[in-house]
């Protein structure tokens, strides 16, 4: 299987910013991207920058799936 990303709330938030999740099985929930140390890299510093968009540019110039949030 290819390994997927999806932007969605941090868990616990129904209106909060979208962070950076990460699937790496089919049969596996999503998990937030800081629960891949193997994976993730530092965010930017950016004030009110995107919670896990270093990773994503990372994982895509691997070859990671984007899924589209739902």
Known sequence: MQKRMCWLPKFGEEN????L???TETQESWLPYTAFPQFSVPDHRIPGGSKGMATFQK???EGWEVVSSF
């Open 16 to 19: 909060g910013q979208k962070i």
């Open 21 to 23: 999740h990460l699937q």
């Open 59 to 61: 994982l895509l110039k």
